[in-house]
């Protein structure tokens, strides 16, 4: 598998704004994510403080997959549907965002949102795209080097997991779409499970800040 999907489900763990911009930021169900304004990709948590107050902000610790202990802030930690995780690429300062996770609400650049059907996300992409085989930890994650969907955001890129629904029939074998093997968005069998989109995130570029990105 690409080593990009590795990269990708990593940061699915989890402005140039100042403070003037509290009183008129919202994060809300419903709301069109960009990577610019509150989310640029030089922002920082002490900038999202600022901008949100320290009540809606929480730093600390979560885990990803693998067990693999990552920083991360948390947007609106007490309210699910706005709550958004951030990873940064600078740990020690919080700042520069390497990924964000979205609410569940909201909507994505290129207009994706959780619960989308994979053929729903195929028609916005315009053509047929890779992802992994699910039900591991970087299980169902996809990417996009080709389509409408490879960059809807000249300041991020996106990335989606997917996973079956609960209700498709037992009698399906779904031997050939478990564990790590590179699939296609237009496999006929992710249909006949209900493929969906279950988490969205942005990812940002290494920032030239930081000097030359250390592998």
Known sequence: MPVRLSAIAMSALVLAATP???GQT????????????????????????????DDNVETGMVYGAEGMELPATILFPDDPARSMNIIWFDEDNLAYPAS???????????????GMSIAEVEALNGQSFPLG??????????????????????DCYLSLRFLPGDNYDASIDVTSVSGDVELTSDLPLLGKIDTRVTSISVGYDWPEALGEQQY
């Open 20 to 22: 003037a911009l509290a």
């Open 26 to 53: 919202q994060i809300l169900p419903g709301e069109d994510f960009s990577c610019s304004g509150l989310f640029a990709p030089d922002t920082s948590e002490a900038r999202l403080r600022a901008a949100l107050g």
């Open 100 to 114: 964000i996770e979205l609410a569940e609400g909201q909507t994505a650049p290129g207009g994706v949102r959780i």
């Open 133 to 154: 085989g699910f039900w591991w930890d970087y299980g169902g994650y996809a990417f996009f080097d080709d389509g409408a969907l490879a960059r809807p955001d000249p």
